[in-house]
């Protein structure tokens, strides 16, 4: 009997060399490390040494992060991860009104650089890889690391990491956008064009997939949007006078690992080939290290349920090996109880043992590429790039992802897929272990991580002492700098640097680029 894979796609009970019949190695696979990078990336993939390490983290005050951190590091995290909270990610200060209820509750609250300087206290910044999950108001806290780099003494040439950055799939699946696209791409310009010459080995965005995997998306939606966006950013940066292989290699993508081991692999080797050939035969990269998409992964917070938490130690086991399978080039396991609460020092410290005996007890690394040839998983390989670059085609003959997200194509598609999920669900037809099967008639206390509320007016407390001790004149000049450069089109981050030096809030700057640029409204708010 036939299934369906999670993109609707069939899976054959029985696949053999008929599979793979006219089918060409060269133009499929290639070599591992080279052109169309099916096979991964680099040469040598984990032969050489293992993916990186990364443990999304961070609640509460800069200080609590911070103690987080340092237990990471200590336990062998080899990259941090920073979760920010709502406000921070929508550019606003702990202490206004909309913030209320909302301070460091899903992430650090991070206000000045006041705060920057007591999160990454004591952790020497050019001796880490920091990934920041922020994206409209990405360039502000780029721009605060820097700054307390600086302070420590760390060459900007010398700092490594990854600004998610990606505005686009906030309008489209997640939507902590503050911006019109227009203005926000803009943005994203300026930024690439200020890691280059001032952060050059900084990862200047990462296009993401997995927020809207978290929305509803199959596999093959995923990254056929994911790859939409990238293109679009590519023309921004083209459109801007960037010549395609000074900015591209510093591209980066970010996916979901569901439980779905076959489909994963085939999709994270699909949308590999489907970047290599856009960024060779659209956009005329000559650079080889422009063609490779690499990516970070996250295992599927989405599939974790609050029923029989326990459980979700086994799924993510097998969406880390999905991904390592696949040839990402770093992860975050999530933890187990993330579906009740933020993880405890415990939770986060077994996901990360997780990726340790992922990498150092299982065989996995041992050879390059282990699904290569294997009838099954090339034949969904082929079948996801197919449904992906209809899909592709489909937005460009919108006239491209903002237009298509302005028609809200990307949207509806994905909710058409998670009503398709939630109706499996709720028939029995998709099996969730402790949801709809297998279930418990009492389930056992678990006695979450919580968030003290009093933070919220500590944070506050720290703005007032920081609006009393600064210079407010020069904050004001910075700000009115920062206002003329987003007027006409000088790179706004080298006055917003000077804003954040003189200890201007989040708050504060986002305020002044609203004032220019305006906030975006979706058409569907009406």
Known sequence: ??????????????????????????????????????????????????????????FGTATE?????????????????????????????????IAHGEVGKVGVAIDSVDDMRVLFGGIPLDQVSTSMTINAPAALLLLLYQLVAEEQGAGADRLTGTIQNDVLKEYIARGTYIFPPKPSLRLTADIFKYCRAEIPRWNTISISGYHMAEAGA??????????????????????????????????SFFFVARTTILEEV??????????????????????????????????????????????????????GLAAVLGGTQSLHTNSFDEAIALPTDRSAR????????????????????????????????????????????????????????????????????????????????????????????????????????????????????LRAERDRAAVDAALAALKKAAE???NVLYPMKDALKARATVGEVCNALREVWGTYVPSDAF
């Open 1 to 58: 009997m036939t299934r369906e894979s999670e993109s609707g796609l069939p899976i054959e009970p029985v696949y053999g060399p008929e599979a793979l019949q006219g089918w060409d190695p060269e133009e499929k696979l290639g070599e591992p490390g080279g052109y169309p990078f099916t096979r991964g990336v680099y040469p040598s993939m984990y032969t050489g040494r293992p993916w990186t390490m990364r443990q999304y983290a961070g």
């Open 65 to 97: 992060s911070n103690a987080r951190y340092r237990q990471l590091i200590a336990h062998g995290t080899t990259g941090l991860s920073v979760a920010f909270d709502l406000p921070t990610q929508m550019g606003h200060d702990s202490d206004a009104p």
């Open 218 to 251: 199959s596999p093959a939606q995923e990254i056929a949007f994911t790859l939409a966006d990238g293109i679009e950013y590519v023309r921004t940066a083209v459109a801007a006078g960037m010549d395609v292989d000074d900015f591209a290699p510093r591209l």
């Open 266 to 319: 085939a999709k994270f080797r699909a949308a590999r080939r489907i970047w290599a050939k856009v960024m060779r035969d659209e956009f005329g990269a000559r650079n080889p290290k422009s063609l490779m998409l690499r990516f970070h992964t996250q295992t599927a917070g989405v599939q974790l349920t609050a029923q029989q938490p326990e459980v979700n130690l086994v799924r993510v086991a097998v969406q």
């Open 350 to 465: 077994l996901a990360l043992r997780t990726q340790q005996v992922l990498a150092h007890e299982t065989d996995v690394t041992a050879t390059v590429d282990p699904f290569a040839g294997s009838y099954v998983v090339e034949t969904m390989t082929d079948d996801v790039e197919a449904a992906a670059l209809d899909l592709m085609r489909r937005v460009e003959d919108l006239g491209g992802a903002v237009a298509a997200i302005e028609h809200g194509f990307q949207k509806d598609e994905i909710e058409r897929n998670a009503y398709r999920i939630a109706q499996e669900t709720d028939s029995g037809e998709r099996v969730v272990v402790g949801v709809n099967r297998f279930r418990l008639d009492e389930e056992e206390p678990y006695e979450p991580l919580r968030v003290d509320p009093a933070i919220e007016a500590r944070q506050a407390e720290r703005l007032a002492r």
């Open 488 to 490: 006409g089109e000088d």
